[in-house]
């Protein structure tokens, strides 16, 4: 097993309060592509054909179909040892929080409780015009853009797109969780979506002690305490060894 260093091991012995920050490479080992990087899904697609509102009223069937075969491919997709290792490190803190970027679910899945989705959820859908919620999977089982049944608008997928607000209470909580914590984790994210960028930011600057993980730097490791380069399903179960060592439950 990997050996960490001692500084990042003193702090989880002491830590209470636990934040897990996590973008699309986390979900990477579970078979769900990235945004960016070599395999990103926007080295073929472009995002303002695709993740934006004025995409969706201009080809609202292109942009439906996108999301159906993304939700396909979460459908068969399962949470993989880094999302079951955060799951795990509940039973061993105080408070463990996720903050995630992904639509994915697999966090929910894997058993986190507390999850806070920034970017929304593809498994929920609602009607542009009334709002009404569709979240039910038979409603989304067509390739065509469904209408809503109370007043006929489009329904789009619950994901936050391009130049759209972040869902104001999950932002709130995940400040408020930054703020409190004495560790945070960035996992499997670029850094360079904002303002959800700004939550392990927030949490370094309040004295919490920052920690990345990822297959390579970004432009978060500069301003990290530890950087640990390498895949999150390699590395997250290491880290929960650790801490079950360190809390005499190994
Ligand atoms: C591994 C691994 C393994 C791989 N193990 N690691 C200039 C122009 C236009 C807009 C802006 C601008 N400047 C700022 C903005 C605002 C914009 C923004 O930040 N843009 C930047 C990109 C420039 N932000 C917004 O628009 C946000 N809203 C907003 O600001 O509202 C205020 C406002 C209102 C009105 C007008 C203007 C502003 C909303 C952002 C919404 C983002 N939504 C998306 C797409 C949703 C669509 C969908 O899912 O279909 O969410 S963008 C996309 O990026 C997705 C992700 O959640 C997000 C973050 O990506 P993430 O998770 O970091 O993934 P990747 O692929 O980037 O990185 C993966 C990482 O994993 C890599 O580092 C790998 O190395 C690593 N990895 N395998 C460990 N096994
Ligand atoms: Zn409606």
């Known amino acids: 097993m990997e050996t960490f260093r001692r500084d990042f091991v003193e702090v989880l012995k002491e830590a209470e309060n636990v934040v897990f920050f996590t973008g699309a490479g986390i979900s990477a080992e579970s078979g769900i592509s990235t945004f ?6 926007w080295n073929k697609l472009k995002p303002e054909e695709l993740a934006n509102f004025d995409a969706f009223l201009k080809n609202p069937d292109r942009v439906w179909e996108w999301y159906q075969y993304r939700r396909h491919i979460i459908d068969r997709s399962k949470p993989n040892p880094a999302h079951l290792a955060i799951a795990g490190m509940q039973e061993l803190f105080r408070n463990v ?10 966090h929910r899945r894997a058993g986190s409780r507390t999850v806070y989705e920034l970017h929304g959820n593809i498994e929920r859908n609602y009607c542009i015009e009334c709002r009404t919620p569709y979240n ?24 936050v797109w391009f130049g759209e607000m972040l869902p104001e209470e999950d932002f709130s909580l995940s400040e408020e969780a930054a703020e409190k914590c004495d560790i945070m984790f960035s996992v499997g994210t670029s850094s360079v979506v904002y303002p959800a960028a700004r939550i392990p930011l927030l949490a ?8 990345e993980v990822n297959l390579e730097e970004t ?9 640990l380069i390498g895949k999150a399903g390699e590395i997250l179960p290491g ?9 005499g439950k190994g």
């Open 36 to 41: 960016r990087g070599t395999d990103g899904i």
């Open 97 to 106: 929080t996720v903050v995630t970027q992904n639509v994915d679910n697999l």
């Open 136 to 159: 039910s999977p038979e409603f989304a089982s067509d390739d065509k853009v469904p209408r809503c049944e109370n007043c006929g608008g489009l329904v789009r997928p619950d994901i």
């Open 204 to 211: 370094k600057r309040l004295g919490a002690y920052l920690v």
């Open 219 to 227: 432009e978060l490791s500069p301003l990290a305490d530890y950087v």
């Open 239 to 247: 880290v929960l060894e650790e801490v079950k060592k360190l809390k």
